[in-house]
């Protein structure tokens, strides 16, 4: 059987953007601790935009965070919850700072929390 080769991560050459004036992340609901970028986000000060209140913050993000992907909104401590849309998505494997991505490396989903 033929071995296939590893998967190589190639670096992000395309910078997506939203139009101007969009929010750099929507929080789906007050109370969530994560928000989702629009637009591929840069370390450094970041609007972000609460989608059933419409309040705006401006949060410190510390990482790039692409496109789709989620931001902590406080700190989260290891084996804490991660709710989004008012409920719990998942949980940190380890602590995690305001302004961190979340994603696989640092979460697991919650409907699988029994597994590995």
């Known amino acids: 059987m ?3 080769k590893p998967r ?3 670096p992000m050459s395309t910078v997506i953007r939203a139009p101007d004036g969009a929010p750099d992340f929507l929080v ?3 109370g ?3 928000a989702v970028s629009v637009q591929d986000v840069a370390p450094g000060r970041r609007r972000v935009v609460h989608m059933d209140s419409d309040r705006e913050l401006e ?3 510390s990482e790039a965070i692409p496109l789709g992907h989620k931001v902590a909104l406080e700190d989260m401590a290891a084996a804490g919850e991660v709710i989004e849309y ?3 998505v998942g949980l940190t494997k380890k ?3 305001k302004g961190e991505l979340v994603h696989v490396h640092n979460m697991r989903s919650a409907r699988w929390q029994n597994s590995a």
């Open 2 to 4: 033929k071995k296939s």
């Open 59 to 61: 949060l410190e993000v």
């Open 32 to 34: 969530d601790h994560v």
């Open 28 to 30: 789906h609901n007050e």
């Open 86 to 88: 008012k409920v719990r």
């Open 8 to 10: 190589v991560e190639e």
């Open 95 to 97: 602590a995690i700072r």
